[in-house]
């Protein structure tokens, strides 16, 4: 096995090991190690990669995460765990059946809108269309570190309201409160084991900051996005198909590039769970 840098900004990129595979501890605390300090793992030519192999790899780095969405029992059938979720433009009757199927999507947290948001989500490219789709990662960590002092005291000593409605991949569409989740999160959180501060508000779905007025808050918001993503915290990765990626969703902010609709764009999904964030 061998691990290397992807980018500046973050992410390692894993060669050389199939995890079909049971493997050894030492293999196992290498691989943690280097999520632990790269945010981003990328394992390259993972072939047919099965659905056990898949979670067994995400247990590596915590207990499976439940779904914040339940399953669809129309489409969602066969021998996956319940707690998969495709990510996936295919089609059944000519309609969409699966989680966020097409478009741009905005950079975004997953799950801040509930109380544990998974400590981190894990992708495997089934199928990925030659051009577009690409996932953008920013490093909520570096991005911290580089605030500006009357922002840093801010994050410091406020908490924010995030917000989703399914599916939506745009800020303007989070509508119907009755239809949306939401919860108050800290603005700033710990990496689970480096202990650094990460910067926690995204573009998508941080929708307020508590204790001041909108005007106040739509500014402050505003700055602080543009701030996490510009290029030198942002790694973008192009799929290959076999990749498998894992993401920290807490000191991590992603989003989605368009592509083509009529390119099939299929990739399985497992988290791992996180707990109350740590401010």
Same mark, same amino acid.
């Not at 508590?210 to 996005?225: P, Q, V």
């Given at each position: ?62 207990? #499976? ?74 490093? #909520? ?125 299929? #990739? ?12």
């Amino acid at each position: 096995m061998q691990i290397g840098k992807l980018s500046d900004a973050l992410g390692a990129e894993v060669t050389g090991i199939d995890l079909n595979q049971p493997h050894n501890p030492a293999t196992v605390e290498a691989l943690k190690r280097a999520f632990a300090e790269n945010l981003v793992l990328v394992v390259r030519d993972q072939k047919d990669l099965s659905p056990e192999a898949h979670v067994r790899f995400c247990e590596f780095f915590g207990p #499976l995460g439940k779904r914040s969405r339940p399953a669809d029992s129309r489409h969602e059938k066969g021998n996956e765990p319940a707690e998969v979720m495709f990510v996936s433009n295919r089609r059944v009757d000519g309609k969409y059946v699966y989680t966020l199927p097409e478009g741009e999507m905005m950079f975004h947290i997953d799950q801040c809108y509930v109380e544990r948001p998974a400590r981190a989500t894990c992708l495997y490219a089934i199928v990925v269309p030659e051009v577009g789709g690409d996932t953008l990662f920013g490093n #909520l960590c570096a991005a911290y570190d580089a605030l500006p002092a009357d922002l840093r005291a801010v994050v410091d000593s406020h908490r924010a309201l995030n917000v989703f409605t399914y599916d939506s991949t745009q800020r303007d569409q989070v509508g119907d409160p009755s239809k949306r989740r939401e919860f108050v999160q800290p603005m700033v959180v710990r990496h689970a084991v480096t202990g650094r501060k990460a910067l926690y508000v995204n573009r998508l779905m941080t929708w307020s900051i508590e204790g001041m007025d909108k005007a106040a808050s739509d500014a402050i918001l505003a700055r602080l996005f543009d701030h996490q993503e510009e290029p030198r915290f942002v790694y973008r990765h192009k799929w290959r198909k076999g990749d498998l990626l894992l993401w920290d969703n807490q000191c991590t902010v992603h989003a989605r590039a368009d592509f083509d609709p009529n390119a099939e764009r299929h #990739l399985r999904r497992f988290t791992v769970a996180g707990g109350p964030l740590a401010a």
